[in-house]
């Protein structure tokens, strides 16, 4: 018998449902009853991984500490879990076919034909292994992307209704999120979708072991007891996911719903522990009655959709609860700042300038800067954020007229920011950039010193480009300064301006660690100072 135990969370009627963070609310749970848990997301779209995928296209790329771009998804399972997740947990169709074609080059089939079943399906239930074989988890919960019926899915579906046979029923059940829409005109919840996204599953040989129904009204027995009729799914597992005021009252519903009890009785297992989610409940104490309010202004280009900022945002609300204030979240279009800054940035008790790529929008950025800058409000750059403000530096205080980044203008006579050596001669897009944990050295005498009270640090990054240390010493001599470094490389990762408030801006992705039960330093420091700014 194998010793892990495997969830499997599917999705049905439409997209947007919240398999990821019912998934990661179901993690939390059976982790604070004892279980160690951890979360793997199946991708069935054919990109290799979501790094060079438009932001509209899918929100942000998440990373992880060794380097795997992934779903924004892995997102929630750390901030929820408190713990780091890596290249095995998320899979992508583009993944599969990649291996599998790989392994047909060298030879590996001995002149089979290779197909979907049961090559694809096979390499499938491999990557959905791996966690359980190599890492020390009682339970892997896997969600699959899309919905039952799409085509893409197809494969993942029948490499799941493959691994309940080859497991057995009590060591992988699968879990079915799907909708109970309530009609307006009619009055009433209506069940009928539900029933053709269970059927849609069965015909392809999966029978789902709990119903999650999302609704907007409560689900009365009546309504229960039919569900169970008709999607062969014993009452005490149709459970109700309503919608919540936030994310992270989700846990919480789940657990009302008795969700954790009916996973754990499917999979024979037992715990003296109960999840009593205390910290998680202090977080959320904080989070929804704040003593404060702060105007933030987060400038980007993708503002219009807040999936491309996802973990910034998420960032926020943590660090908001850690200071007990309420953070207002302003999106700003960085291309509307080209004029009127004073009246977009008016009111503001501190600004972001977020990362990105290419120029679209960088001046707005740099406008941005330095309205932060000059009216002494506090700024934190992250990423493309921290390059526009040493840009806007160069040119407004050492006065080098056109300086700027090579990504945004290859013959600027003044290239502060400028394309790593080793990314010169790359010339694919995918997973080629510097992408994972790094460590940096902090200077004690610094704003990120107070943050981290700690001299090295390790965060993780995604970018080509860099601070030019041909320019390190003009900067540092008009006040700008380098306060932490990566030691092994020299490069800049950390700039200060001592003069101001809190001017910060870092070449890695801090919001990527921020999680609900640790907050990250830099952002709560940040929330801290737009405070006393305010």
């Not at 160690?36 to 509209?56: A, E, F, H, M």
């Not at 392994?103 to 390499?123: A, N, S």
């Not at 791996?130 to 799409?150: A, Q, W």
């Not at 700008?480 to 910060?504: D, M, R």
Request: with cysteine.
């Amino acid at each position: 018998m194998p010793n892990t135990k495997y969830i499997f969370v599917t999705g049905g009627v439409t997209s947007s449902l919240g398999k990821g963070i019912i998934a990661a609310s179901l993690a939390k749970l059976l982790q604070s009853s004892g279980f160690s848990v951890t979360i793997q997301k199946l991708d069935p779209y054919i990109n290799v991984d979501p790094g060079t995928l438009n932001p509209y296209e899918h929100g942000e790329c998440f990373v992880t500490n060794d380097g795997a771009e992934t779903d924004l998804d892995l997102g929630h399972y750390e901030r929820f879990l408190n713990i780091p997740t890596s290249q095995a947990n998320n899979v992508t169709t583009g993944k599969i076919y990649q291996t599998v074609i790989n392994k047909e080059r060298r030879g590996d089939y001995l002149g089979k034909t290779v197909q979907i079943i049961p090559h694809i399906t096979d390499e499938i239930k491999r990557r959905i292994k791996i966690l359980g074989e190599t890492g020390d988890y009682d339970i892997v919960i896997t969600e699959i992307g899309g919905t039952v019926g799409d085509i893409e899915s197809l494969p993942y579906i029948e490499a799941v209704r493959q691994l309940q046979w080859d497991l057995g029923d009590s060591n992988a059940i699968v879990i079915h999120l799907t909708l109970v829409p309530y009609l307006a005109a009619a009055k009433e919840l209506k069940t009928k979708p539900t029933q053709h996204s269970v059927k849609e599953l069965m015909q392809s040989g999966v029978s789902p072991d709990i119903l999650v129904c999302r609704t907007e009204h409560h689900l009365n027995d009546s309504i229960k007891s039919k569900l169970a009729l008709f999607c062969n799914v014993k009452k005490e597992a149709i459970i109700e996911s309503i919608d919540a005021k936030t994310i992270y009252d989700v846990p919480n519903l789940m657990l009302k719903e008795g969700l954790d009890k009916v996973v754990l009785k499917k999979l024979d297992l037992t715990t003296d522990k109960k999840p009593t989610l205390e910290a998680w409940n202090k977080f959320l104490v904080k989070y929804n009655n704040p003593k404060d309010t702060i105007e933030i202004g987060l400038v980007g280009k993708y503002v219009e959709l807040q999936d491309a900022y996802k973990s910034i945002i998420e960032s926020l609300g943590h660090a908001g609860a850690q200071n007990e204030v309420k953070v207002n979240i302003h999106a700003i279009h960085s291309e509307n700042l080209n004029t009127n800054v004073a009246t977009e940035l008016n009111g503001l008790n501190g600004i972001i300038v977020a990362p990105g790529f290419g120029d679209r929008g960088i001046e707005g950025k740099i406008n941005a800067v330095h309205f932060a800058r000059e009216n002494n409000i506090p700024f934190f750059g992250i990423c493309l954020g921290m390059q526009m403000a040493v840009i806007e530096f160069a040119r407004n205080i050492l006065h080098l007229k056109n300086a700027n980044s090579t990504e945004m203008n290859v013959n600027t006579p003044y290239p502060v920011i400028d394309l790593m050596e080793e990314q010169k001669k790359i010339t694919e897009k995918g997973g080629t950039m510097r992408l994972g944990a790094w460590n940096c050295k902090i200077e004690k005498n610094s704003k990120v010193y107070q943050a981290y009270n700690s001299e090295l640090i390790s965060e993780r990054h995604r970018h080509r480009y860099e601070f030019n240390n041909d320019y390190l010493k003009q900067l540092t001599e008009a006040g700008l300064k380098a306060t932490g470094v990566n030691p092994e490389t020299g490069l800049v990762e950390i700039i200060e301006i001592p003069s101001h408030p809190w001017f910060v801006g870092v070449q890695y992705h801090p919001e990527y660690k921020s999680t609900v039960l640790n907050p990250h330093p830099l952002f709560v420091e940040f929330i801290k100072a737009c405070l006393t700014n305010k």
